[in-house]
């Protein structure tokens, strides 16, 4: 179970380190002076992203329980690093109780990425599941003739 986390915990640190990045550029790119905001308290929001980061994945190890429907884990996953983003966006001041349309978009942006995210390792895990059967199969029946 604590090999779970470890792995996890990473992930989710490598993910907000990315993500912080990739905000920056982009906001860079695109001229909002909203990257000011980044610049100015760096370590705080280099923190911030960090601890969404590991409030999104840390759950993933969610996905390890077996008696839990799929729907369940991923909306627990979901309530988690949402709950994350907001605790963390509201401590730094990113979000203001009067500005509900911002909110908004940012729960929005971050579901959509959080659903890309956990599509792409769906997918891979799936293909991965899918090679290994097709090699289970191989040996059996190479068993099979072997034995004939």
Known sequence: MIKIIKK???NGIAWSCVSLVAN???LDLTGFSHLSHFLEDFTPNALGFIGVGVG???TG???EIERLRLGLKLLIHIIVGIGTLL???FMLGIFS???TPMIIMNILI???ILVGVWTGYYLR???EIEEINERIKEKKLQRKLDTE
Do not use: A, E, W
């Open 8 to 10: 996890h915990l990473l």
């Open 24 to 26: 920056i550029i982009i």
């Open 56 to 58: 999104f994945i840390s």
């Open 61 to 63: 190890g969610i996905y």
């Open 87 to 89: 605790i963390v966006g």
């Open 97 to 99: 109780t009067n500005n």
């Open 110 to 112: 971050n579901v959509i």
């Open 125 to 127: 895990d799936k293909r």
